[in-house]
């Protein structure tokens, strides 16, 4: 009883948003039209709310959306500054729409509320969701993933205002990165993936957690051959978007093809570690000297001094004895790397790790990157096709059924890129298609959908249109069978109004003796 009046309360006692977000926003110092931007995205958020949550099945709840702007908001800006595009303001942009600088907690941005929503959830994100351990894709899958999450927070705003979802893909800030989150979130679910990314343990290693759920779920093979995928496209989508980093990581490939070159002739590797090793005991000596004189010790403060600006000049004696201590640290730990190079052991797992780096790198050896994306998109959605399948195999509850339809519509019509949708992808069609056709018969199996016709393939002719509606309630959708002459089409209505009007392929296999619907009446498609 206690447990009901609580909840009572609560519904009583209903948070208001507006006013929390209008008391954090008297305490910042922003503009009047960067606080009338931000309360726009709130109510717009709450409008479209109901719309997303339909649509997608699988996200965040509305006050757990709400609360975590608020708090961003709250916590990562001390600036938001909008910069009006013909201004003088919009050079600093250098040609895009905003700027984030995450230490100093300031947003540059163009006075487009997804833009800003984008650049809130932005500066709001860990730069490391993968421990250093995992060489390169600790940067590179650590982007991806943030990147398409900054993108999935806009998709309310973006794609829905409160009566309608569309999606324009030029108004996604990377349609490969979305569209690789997306299949994240469709694999593993909304709360593994949020868990990762605000993941403050320590010791949790979420990359090893993710690669054992995908194997758990889906199986060693199919986990295997995606992940591997994930972390291709991942550094090439890092090359291509980012200069610096691209310049980096070309960088790295060069000095560990250089490495593995230099110990490809153990003995001349050998000889220059001994050497090595002789001039860092040198230079140890040297510190351990400079440091018990006072002489040589002010000598040496002198000396650095001469060559170092204003700002970087060492203050004091005792200073320069600590700097000093650190760089004879470093150069012991130098030391003890190099024995442990010279113990063959050692030399044989240093050589492997090289290894294994430069097969990490491979990737990178291409003449075409856009076309290496492209080719590996279109091979991990056909490993995503296939983990859907073992999805719906073990799917046997009715709720876990519609819930698996909204999601395969919702799939199939994501920006594959700024010119096509998933479904409209050729090397595709085939695939999709015969598991719409799984869909369907366990969706009548289950009593879900209305089945049409005796005949399978004029009963899916007659209901595929499910899975490519933009009707945000599937259970309204009503269908009218029509003949014109003689051909026949489907008319597709969201309740009262009429939506879509789709041509019949091969309209000779129609017989009406098979039919469960009489032409030109409306009929439900969800029981």
């Known amino acids: 009883m206690l447990k009901k009046n609580e909840n009572i309360l609560d519904k009583i006692v209903k948070r208001d948003y ?85 230490n100093r907690k300031i947003i540059f941005c163009y006075p487009i509320e997804r833009k800003v929503l984008y650049c809130i959830s932005k500066i709001s994100q860990k730069d490391r969701i993968i421990k250093g351990k995992y060489f390169l894709i600790d940067k590179t899958l650590s982007d991806l993933i943030t990147v398409g999450k900054n993108i999935s927070t806009v998709e309310p705003l973006r794609d829905f205002n409160g009566y309608s979802w569309t999606t324009i893909s030029r108004e996604i800030e990377s349609v490969d990165h979305n569209l690789i989150f997306q299949n994240l979130v469709l694999l ?49 989508l890092e090359v291509k978007y980012d200069k610096e980093a691209s310049k980096k990581i070309r960088n790295i490939k060069k000095e560990i093809e250089e490495k593995l070159e230099e110990i490809e002739d153990n003995k001349v590797f050998l000889e220059g570690l001994t050497k090595e090793k002789r001039k860092l005991t040198r230079e140890i000596r040297k510190i351990d000297e400079t440091i018990n004189n006072k002489d040589m010790l002010q000598s040496e403060y002198e000396k650095r001094n001469e060559k170092l600006p204003l700002e970087e000049k060492i203050f004091s004696i005792r200073i320069l004895s600590k700097l000093m201590e650190e760089e004879r640290a470093k150069k012991i730990e130098q030391i003890e790397k190099i024995n442990e190079l010279m113990n063959p052991q050692k030399f044989v797992e240093y050589k492997r790790e090289l290894e294994n780096k430069q097969e990490t790198l491979k990737i990178l050896d291409t003449f ?48 594959y890129n700024y010119d096509k949708s998933i479904r409209e992808v050729e090397e595709l069609k085939k695939i999709i298609e015969d598991i719409e056709r799984v869909l369907l ?55 009262e109004s009429f939506e879509d009007k789709i041509e019949i392929k091969e309209p000779e296999k129609i017989n009406k003796r098979d039919l469960y619907i009489r032409l030109n009446k409306k009929v439900k498609a969800f029981y």
């Open 368 to 415: 075409d990157i856009e076309k290496d994306i492209e080719e590996l998109k279109l091979q991990m959605q056909k490993i995503f096709l296939k983990c859907f399948k073992h999805k719906m195999q073990t799917t046997e509850t009715k709720n876990d059924m519609l819930k698996l339809i909204y999601e395969f519509r919702y799939y199939t019509l994501l920006p």
């Open 18 to 102: 507006n006013n929390e977000l209008e008391a954090l926003l008297e305490k910042k110092y922003f503009s009047e039209d960067t606080k009338s931007i931000l309360l726009s995205i709130l109510y717009k958020l709450e409008t479209s709310y109901k719309d997303y949550k339909q649509v997608k099945q699988d996200v965040e709840t509305k006050e757990q959306i709400i609360e975590t702007l608020i708090k961003n908001i709250k916590e990562n800006c001390n600036e938001i500054k909008l910069v009006n595009p013909n201004s003088k303001e919009s050079e600093m942009l250098k040609g895009k729409s905003f700027w984030v600088e995450k």
């Open 441 to 495: 018969k366990k969706a009548h199996d289950m009593k879900i959908i209305e089945k049409f016709s005796k005949q399978e393939d004029v009963d899916y002719e007659l209901l595929k249109c499910i899975f490519s509606t933009r009707s945000i309630n599937l259970e309204e959708i009503y269908v009218k069978l029509t003949k014109e002459k003689e051909e026949y089409f489907i008319q597709i209505f969201d309740g």
């Open 188 to 236: 593993l679910g909304n709360k593994f993936i949020n868990k990762w990314l605000i993941n403050k343990e320590a010791m949790l290693d979420y990359m090893e957690i993710f690669i054992n759920k995908m194997e758990e779920i889906y199986g060693k093979k199919n986990a295997t051959e995606f992940i591997k995928r994930l972390k291709d496209i991942s550094v090439l």
